[in-house]
C-alpha cells in the first residue's frame, strides 16, 4: 500500500466482501442517517453504519459498493466494516 493512502476491508460472518487498497477518500453512510467522510491519518474511529452505499475515490474517479449494516473502524490508515452479511 502506497503512504498516505487508505485500505479498506469489509468483512461479513461469511468472509471478506471486498478489499481495496490505496484509497484517497470514502464516503459511508451513518446509523443516525448521517454520513462521513474519511480521508488518510483519520483519527481512531468506531461508529455504527447504516445498509446503503459506501462510496470511494482510489484515483480513477468515484465509485460506489454498497455494504449492509455493520460496526465500522478507523486506526492507522485501515478502515474495516464488519457487516451483519
Not at 442517517?33 to 447504516?50: E, N, V, Y
Not at 465500522?72 to 451483519?84: C, E, G, K, M, P
Request: charged fraction near 20%; aromatic fraction near 4%.
Amino acid at each position: 500500500m502506497k503512504p498516505g493512502l487508505l485500505r479498506i476491508e469489509v468483512l461479513s460472518v461469511s468472509g471478506t466482501t471486498l478489499e481495496l487498497e490505496n484509497v484517497h477518500s470514502l464516503q459511508v453512510l451513518l446509523e443516525d442517517g448521517s454520513s462521513i467522510g474519511i480521508l488518510p491519518d483519520h483519527a481512531p474511529l468506531i461508529g455504527a453504519t447504516a445498509d446503503g452505499l459506501l462510496f470511494y475515490n482510489d484515483g480513477d474517479g468515484k465509485k460506489s459498493v454498497y455494504i449492509n449494516e455493520g460496526v465500522l473502524t478507523v486506526r492507522d490508515n485501515l478502515v474495516s466494516i464488519l457487516t451483519t452479511h
